[in-house]
């Protein structure tokens, strides 16, 4: 499939694309269109239709052939914390079902798409965010599953042979660490980050290894002007190669902020006690994305691999992650924080931007890296 900046707005329409967080947000788009600036706020829809009274149970059959198998392999786009949470809770509702997780860096979604490439791949569950999810679905890299119990997902987040579906939203803010940049000096929005204090205490993904950084670039361009990004490109940022990485070292004190990461991804290591929170910014404005959910074409274990994502959305896996830090939108979810909700918050949402533009940003903006 040739690239094409408008192929995520063909295969979930825009205006239906953040139908799933419920009526108290707002929506405004940004990415493959009019910059955020002169995009019309627009109230979202509830979820899909109401779970059943009564779900469907776990067919003993699927439950048998995965026990049989054993074991399967997550590449999940989740904070470590959050993919051992739910790691350990998948294991407790399967015992002698062996869950393994790949960590490691870079990306897992990328170490998967690399690992195709290379004919290595291993993964049997994935989980993607946007812009990794489209290079799966050009590689013709995922299987069709449609798990169960799904109705409360709203049809534009998921694809309705399932190769893919929404798993949980990613809500972006700003980052700190609370020792080197306490609550009341750290930044109130993503604006105050180019504020020159920071200076040389900046931290993100490498943009040349994490597409969906640019993306998130690009989304500041449209939204705040290039002159923010060229003073936001002066501040000396020190790169990671993944955001797992970058929150290590935000949580070590290398870097005191981040300037767009994940909120549910700080959240994982507060609820942990580490010194790090993110920024309810002044403005109720916030970055947001998806992360998808497939199982791979060439997974070595298909029946564990369906059985764990039926479990990852029902009640008692997006419960888990939620426990965790993460911000599932199951209707009864309890989150860790109820900052983390997303009632009356004006969600920016990033749209995957093709190759070719990605690469003319980071042409253009190349004192990032100097």
Known sequence: MANDHNWWTRRIGRRRLLGVVGAGALLISCGGGEPNTQATAISTRPPGTPQPATPLPEPATLIA???????LTLYPQLDASIAQAVQTAFQKEYPGIALELVLAPPAPPVTFLADLDKGTARADVVLFNDASLKAA??????????????????????????????????????????TVAPKEQAPKTVKEVVDTRWKGKL????????????????????AYGEAFVRQLASQQIRFFDSATSARDALESGEIAIIPLNSIAGVQARKVAGKQVDWVRTSDASYFSTFKFMGIAATAPHPNAAKLFEDWFLSPAGMQAQADAGSIPLKPGVKL???????EGKKLVRVLPASDADRKGFLEKYKEFFA
Do not use: M
Request: hydrophobic share 40%; proline share 7%.
């Open 336 to 342: 860790a924080d109820p900052d983390q909700s997303t």
């Open 65 to 71: 052939a995965a026990k049989a198998e054993g074991k």
């Open 137 to 178: 679905i050009d590689r013709n890299a995922l299987a069709k599953y449609v798990p169960l119990n799904t109705e409360w997902i709203a049809s534009d987040l998921k694809e309705k042979d399932g190769l893919f579906i929404e798993s949980v939203p990613a809500i972006l803010s700003v980052a700190y660490n609370t």
């Open 203 to 222: 931290g993100l993904p490498d943009p040349r290894a994490n597409a969906d950084i640019v993306d998130n670039l690009l989304a500041l361009e449209k």
